[in-house]
Structure formats: C-alpha cells, structure tokens
C-alpha cells in the first residue's frame, strides 16, 4: 500500500550550487514537470539557490520546503544530513555552513595531487571550470573532468575506482559534528533527516548509536525511500522509522539527467503507516 499519488513528494536534490548540473531553476521546473508538488532543494552545505528555488517552485504551483544536506563526521565517517523547512537567512545555520565548506577548496588540491600521483596531472585546474560554486568543489565535479578528459567512461566508474570513500584518490574530511548540524537546523526552524542510511558503512551497534544521538539530539526523520535505496532497503529503513519512530522522508537524490538513476519525482510512494517527515512543515 503506498501513499495517493496525488501528492508527488521529492526532497532531496542538487543544483549548480553544490554538485549538481542544472540552476536551481531548471531543477525546479523539471520537478514541476515531473508532477512534483512538494519539493525541496537540498544542495550540500550551501544555501544560496534557496531563493530562487522557492520563488521558481511557487510560480509553478508546488509547495516549497527550504532545504540543505549537511556533511557531518560521525564515527570517522560522513553522514549526511538533510534540513528541510529551513530559513535559509537564519545566521548560525549560514556561519555553520560557510565553517563546513571551508577547508573544501585545500581539499580539492589534495585530491588534485592524489590523481597526479594516479597519472591523472592537472585535475584540479582542471576540475574548477566544473564547479558552478568555486565555494564547494566536491568529489563529483572531480568524477565530471576525469570523465570529460577520457580516463572513465562515467561518473560512476571515476568512483569506483579513485574517488568512492576507500579510493585512492579520496581525501577524508573532518565535516561538521553532528550535534552542531543539529543545532543550526533545529535554530533556524527546520527537521533534521538522516539521509540515505543505507549508504554508510556502520556495524549494526554503530547503526544503533546513531540513531539513538541522533533522537536524544531532537533528530527527527530519516530518508527510507531514497535514489540510493534498493527497494529492500526501502523496507528495511522504513523499519527503523517504526522502531524509533522518526518521521520518513523520501526524495530521488537527483544530481543530473544523464547521471542519475532516478529522476526527480520518479520514486515510489512511501509506506502508508508512517509518518511523512513534511506533515510536520506544512
Ligand atoms: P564530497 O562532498 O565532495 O565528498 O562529494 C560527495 C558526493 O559525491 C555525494 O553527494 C555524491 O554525489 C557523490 N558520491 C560519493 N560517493 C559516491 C559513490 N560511491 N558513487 C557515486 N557517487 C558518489
Ligand atoms: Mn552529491
Ligand atoms: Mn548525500
Ligand atoms: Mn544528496
């Protein structure tokens, strides 16, 4: 049984301001013409498309919800964490995430060395005309040069073999702690959401502690029907909602139309029991 598909429900995306490849914009009306109407704009730790993704979207007709994925270190590896209803102006959420995209721009002259050494030079001259926000040069805009200068035939193959988070190419970052992304969400009136859960690599205890800080920190929803959920994970994270009674999110992670499994509003409904993370925004 899945929710009416009347109401088509995406919240998790990304434009030019982070990493992906169409303006907030053109990301609002593809998910208009996908039949989305209610929709968030989630671009990591930046919230400068906000403006225009919701004035786009109200022109459109859908509901807006004010969004931002966060990159958290949480038991040395990185959770991400989307804030929807947001106020994209409220200050420690702005100085907390200017904080966050800070030590991106020495990171991405690490991961351009890293490839040199790989016998890749001159990938992050390289990677910068990639970046639409010279603020966020982020793993994929690496995957998009590497691609475009004929080392991997796709996006997807540049991370399986230099950029995934056990690449040789990768540079670990110490991202924001979890109880301050928490913080700066909550402060400027937003839910925080685990996103994409079954993406982390956590024993089952880790798993459990993190729900558990997550909840005792007033963390509130979780991504169960995600782009980068199988169908059975669907399930199995729409248990963990049950269990510690997070509200449920759902949203395709959309990056780009040619590299993206999923399209902005193409994911199936969520399970009826639950309790859907934007019925506590509207
Ligand atoms: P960064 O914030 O620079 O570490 O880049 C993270 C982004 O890279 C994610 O938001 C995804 O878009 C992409 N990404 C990370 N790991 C993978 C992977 N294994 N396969 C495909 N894309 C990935
Ligand atoms: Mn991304
Ligand atoms: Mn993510
Ligand atoms: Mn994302």
């Known amino acids: 049984m899945r929710n009416a598909p009347a109401s088509c429900v995406d919240l998790h995306c990304h434009s030019t301001v982070s990493d992906g490849v169409l303006s907030p914009e ?3 009306r593809r998910a208009a013409a996908q039949g989305v109407n209610i929709w968030s704009l989630t671009d990591h730790d930046e919230v400068s498309g906000q403006k225009v993704a919701r004035s786009t979207a109200e022109s459109l007709g859908m509901t807006y ?27 420690a959420l702005v100085e907390g995430l200017r904080a966050t995209r800070a ?26 005309p990639f970046a639409g926000n010279p603020e966020l040069i982020s793993r ?9 200068a004929g080392y991997c035939p796709d996006v997807q193959t540049v991370f399986d073999r230099y950029l995934s988070d056990e690449g040789p190419a990768h540079e670990p970052m110490q991202w924001a702690k979890l109880a301050s992304a928490l913080s700066w969400i909550h402060g400027s009136g937003g839910v925080a959401v685990i996103a994409h859960p079954g993406r982390y690599h956590y024993t089952p ?7 558990s800080e997550f909840k005792d920190l007033g963390g509130q929803g979780i991504e169960v029907v995600t782009g980068s959920h199988s169908p059975h994970q669907y399930h199995e994270y729409a ?8 509200l449920a999110s759902c949203g395709s992670d959309f990056h780009s139309p040619t590299e993206s499994r999923h399209d902005l509003g193409s994911l199936p409904g969520l399970p009826l029991d639950l309790v859907p993370a934007w019925q506590a925004l509207l």
Do not use: C
């Open 26 to 28: 053109a990301v609002a």
């Open 65 to 91: 919800l004010g969004g931002v994925e966060i990159s958290v270190t949480w038991a040395n590896q990185t959770v991400h964490i989307v804030g929807l209803g947001i106020d994209e102006d409220h200050a």
């Open 103 to 128: 030590g991106r721009a020495d990171r991405a002259k690490r991961i351009g060395d890293n490839l040199a050494k790989l016998g890749m030079p001159g990938a992050y001259e390289g990677v910068l």
């Open 140 to 148: 994929t805009h690496f995957a998009r040069y590497l691609v475009q």
């Open 205 to 211: 205890t880790q798993f459990g502690a993190l729900f």
């Open 239 to 246: 248990q963990v909602a049950r269990d510690y009674g997070f």
